[in-house]
């Protein structure tokens, strides 16, 4: 069974940098077929994918996203990160990470980490 766990600061500055990390355990995250996601849900809004890495360290970004988004990992620890840079209160939302098949189904979430940008 594979369980994801999001950290990292509930409260961002508007103009700084969002920093999350998601731990995995009960599988690695440089061999198994999943993708590692991360997704968002603003509030009174739908779900947004943000971006994912995949086993061998590729990634990919929403467009809409890129050029504000880094997903990287730790092999280590068994962990993936997601920076954000230059958000505003419109980033407010509860992020999750996610382990994504490749039919595209989500087969493992993360409890999900409210993140608030406010000064």
């Known amino acids: 069974q594979v369980q994801l766990q999001e950290s990292g600061p509930g409260l961002v500055k508007p103009s700084q940098m969002l920093s999350l990390t998601c731990t995995v355990s009960?599988?690695?995250?440089?061999?198994?077929?999943?993708?590692w996601s991360w997704i968002r849900q603003p509030p009174g809004k739908g779900l947004e994918w943000m971006g994912a890495i995949a086993s061998d360290g590729s990634t990919y970004y929403s467009p809409s996203l890129k050029s504000r988004t880094s997903i990287s990992r730790d092999a280590s620890k068994n962990q993936f990160s997601l920076q954000l840079s230059s958000v505003t209160p419109e980033d407010t939302a509860v992020y999750y990470c996610?382990?994504?098949?490749?039919?595209?189904?989500?087969?493992?979430w993360g409890q999900g980490t409210q993140v608030t940008v406010s000064s």
């Open positions: 009960g599988g690695s995250i440089t061999t198994s077929d999943y993708a």
């Open positions: 996610a382990a994504r098949l490749p039919s595209g189904d989500y087969r493992y």
